[in-house]
C-alpha cells in the first residue's frame, strides 16, 4: 500500500482540470485498481463551513455536525486520485451507483480529524466496472467515521470482479411523507460548499456541454436532503446511511419524499413529484 500525505489541497478548478485530462486514457479492463491511500493528517471542523454545508442541505442547528459532512474532507482525495496517472481510466463519465457513511462516535465543531482514502474492490457489471472506494476519519487515532463510494465505469469490457448486487432489496411498503423543492442553482449552492463543481451540476449550459439536457442535482446532495428530514431533531452519537442512486434529478424540480419511519431508522426513496419514478433508495438507522 502506498501512503500519499497531502498537507495542502489543489484548487477545485485544479482537481476538475486534472479530472478533465484524463479523458484520454482508455476505459479498459484492469485486474485490481493500484492498493494507495491518500490522507489529509489534519482536518479541522470549522463551525462555518458546516453552517453552510448546512443550510444547503436543510439541516438545523440542533443536527449538530451533519453524518455526510466529513465527505466534503474526503471527495478532494477522491479527486486527486482521478486526476492522477495511478487511475486507469477517464474520470469524466464516472457514475455514482452507491454511497454508504457510517457515524462511530459523534463529530463536534473544532475536531481535529485524519481523513484518509483508500481505492477499494471491484465488481462486474453489465454496463461497465464498478470499482469501490474507502474512506475514514479519524480522531486522535480512534475511526470515529467511514464511507465507501461504489462507482461505475461504463464501457469497459470483461469488468472483473463479483457481479455487483443491490444492498437494499427490503420490500417493506413505503409511503409519501413529504415534498421538496430543488431550485435550478442548487447544483452551484452545493458545489461551492462541497468543493465539487462538476460542471454537470453547475448550470443547463455546462450540462448541456456535456451532453445533459439540464443540470443535475448532486447525488450526495440529494442524499443529504432526504437526511435533514428523516434524522432525529438532535445531534446523534452514532448512525448508519446507505443510498442507492437510480435516476437523475434534473433541475429545477420538484421532488417526493416517500419512507417507511422505525423507532431507529427509516426505509426511504426520493421520487419524483408524481411518485412514480425514484431518484435514489435508501435506508437509515440510528
Known amino acids: 500500500m502506498k501512503f500519499i500525505e497531502v498537507n495542502k489541497l489543489p484548487s477545485a478548478i485544479s482537481l476538475n482540470l486534472g479530472a478533465l485530462r484524463s479523458s484520454s486514457k482508455r476505459s479498459v479492463a484492469v485486474d485490481a485498481l493500484p492498493e494507495v491511500t491518500y490522507v489529509r493528517p489534519s482536518v479541522t471542523i470549522d463551525a462555518k463551513r458546516v453552517k453552510a454545508y448546512a443550510k444547503v442541505c436543510g439541516f438545523t442547528k440542533a443536527h449538530g ?56 474492490d471491484l465488481f462486474a457489471h453489465d454496463k461497465g466496472q464498478v470499482f469501490t472506494l474507502n474512506a475514514r476519519a479519524l480522531r486522535a487515532g480512534e475511526v470515529v467515521w467511514e464511507s465507501t463510494w461504489t462507482l461505475l465505469r461504463m464501457g469497459v469490457r470483461n469488468p472483473k470482479g463479483e457481479p455487483f448486487t443491490s444492498a437494499l432489496i427490503d420490500e417493506t411498503p413505503i409511503s409519501h411523507q413529504a415534498d421538496f423543492f430543488a431550485p435550478a442553482g442548487i447544483g452551484r449552492r452545493y458545489g461551492l460548499v462541497s468543493g465539487d463543481v462538476n460542471p454537470i451540476h453547475m448550470s443547463a449550459l455546462t450540462a448541456k456541454f456535456l451532453g445533459f439536457r439540464k443540470a443535475i442535482a448532486h447525488g450526495m446532495w440529494t442524499k443529504a436532503r432526504a437526511l435533514a428530514m428523516l434524522m432525529p431533531r438532535e445531534a446523534v452519537d452514532q448512525a448508519e446511511v446507505i443510498v442507492e442512486f437510480k435516476t437523475p434529478l434534473f433541475l429545477p424540480a420538484k421532488a417526493s419524499l416517500w419512507a417507511t419511519r422505525q423507532e431507529t431508522g427509516s426505509l426511504f426513496e426520493v421520487r419524483n413529484s408524481k411518485g412514480d419514478k425514484p431518484h435514489l433508495r435508501g435506508r437509515v438507522t440510528y
Not at 492522477?84 to 459523534?106: D, E, I, Q, T, Y
Open 65 to 120: 455536525v451533519p453524518m455526510l459532512y466529513p465527505h466534503l474532507h474526503a471527495f478532494p482525495l477522491a479527486m486527486m486520485l482521478f486526476g492522477s496517472r495511478r487511475f486507469p481510466w477517464p474520470a469524466m463519465g464516472l457514475v455514482h451507483l452507491a454511497n454508504s457513511a457510517k457515524l462511530l462516535k459523534r463529530i463536534n465543531v473544532g475536531d481535529e480529524l485524519r481523513i484518509e482514502m483508500t481505492t477499494g
